[in-house]
């Protein structure tokens, strides 16, 4: 197995820098509508911009 690592982002410190998991893109289509998620990146339910929520098939 591929050992796949992102580099972390640093502040000027050296510290880590966090980001919020909704600043992140979410992969998830709805499968019924095909609009994405709206809530980042993440497992489980998602939601789109009018609300509906759905399930991963995963």
Same mark, same amino acid.
């Given at each position: ?25 979410? *992969?998830?289509? /709805?499968?019924?509508?095909? %609009? ?6 993440? %497992?489980? /339910? ?10 991963? *098939?995963?």
């Amino acid at each position: 197995m591929d050992d796949v690592r992102q580099e972390v982002e640093k502040d000027s410190k050296g510290w880590p820098i966090l980001r919020s998991a909704q600043d992140l893109d979410c *992969d998830g289509k /709805n499968p019924t509508t095909g %609009r994405t998620c709206v809530l980042g990146y993440h %497992r489980g /339910n998602h939601r789109d911009e009018t609300g509906t929520e759905w399930l991963d *098939d995963e």
